[in-house]
T-cell receptor, first 117, second 113 residues
């Protein structure tokens, strides 16, 4: 069965600090997808990134970067020079596509990030 | 381009009652999934609909049922409500292939008293 663990339930940083959110996953499949979502107080899950299991290249998007390491089953998310607007709950998620049988997302428990001015 | 629309935004029901939540997918999407998010937890998959049929189901009792209409919109029905059903219910739409990812709505906050 698939499982996602976000060991950090809450992180508090001061603005402009760098912060890394950890994500460890378990899956028996060789083909899978990993996601990060941001959930502001409004409740909507905002898509940040999708990575497939065959692409281990790290990605950078502005102040955001992601480190995917299959050897340790980790997909960590780093925010550089954090800002107050980054305050939210962040979820890591995993999906094992099953042709014609659905592609449910399994979420971790989330990490609440608080960025203080 | 409208994203995923859910209604109502908030709802208060009494134990034992039945509730129907509604979701309109993002334009161009034909697959709808429902998730339950209890306070302080990650979303849990309830089920997914494609071509008006339930394609995949999570570990939820039969009290949870759904429907998808020809226009791809969807309903989530919960019968015999329990206090533990209080949660944020999120709808997500997508194309069948996972490569295209999911778009989530803002959810319906259900409180059972």
């Amino acid at each position: 069965a698939q499982k996602v663990t976000q060991a950090q339930t809450e992180i508090s940083v001061v603005e402009k600090e760098d912060v890394t959110l950890d994500c460890v996953y378990e899956t028996r499949d060789t083909t899978y997808y990993l996601f990060w979502y941001k959930q502001p107080p409004s409740g909507e899950l905002v898509f940040l990134i999708r990575r497939n299991s065959f692409d281990e290249q790290n990605e950078i998007s502005g102040r955001y970067s992601w480190n995917f390491q299959k050897s340790t089953s980790s997909f960590n998310f780093t925010i550089t020079a954090s800002q107050v607007v980054d305050s939210a709950v962040y979820f890591c998620a995993l999906s094992e596509p099953n042709n014609n049988a659905g592609n449910m997302l399994t979420f971790g428990g989330g990490t609440r990030l608080m960025v203080k001015p | 381009d409208a994203g995923v629309t859910q209604s109502p935004t908030h709802l208060i029901k009494t134990r034992g009652q039945q509730v129907t939540l509604r979701c309109s997918p993002k334009s161009g999407h034909d697959t709808v999934s429902w998730y339950q998010q209890a306070l302080g937890q990650g979303p849990q998959f309830i089920f997914q609909y494609y071509e008006e049929e339930e394609r995949q189901r999570g570990n939820f009792p039969d009290r949870f049922s759904g429907h998808q209409f020809p226009n791809y919109s969807s309903e989530l029905n919960v019968n015999a409500l329990l206090l533990g059903d209080s949660a944020l219910y999120l709808c997500a739409s997508s194309l069948p292939a996972l490569n295209y990812g999911y778009t989530f709505g803002s959810g319906t906050r259900l409180t059972v008293v």
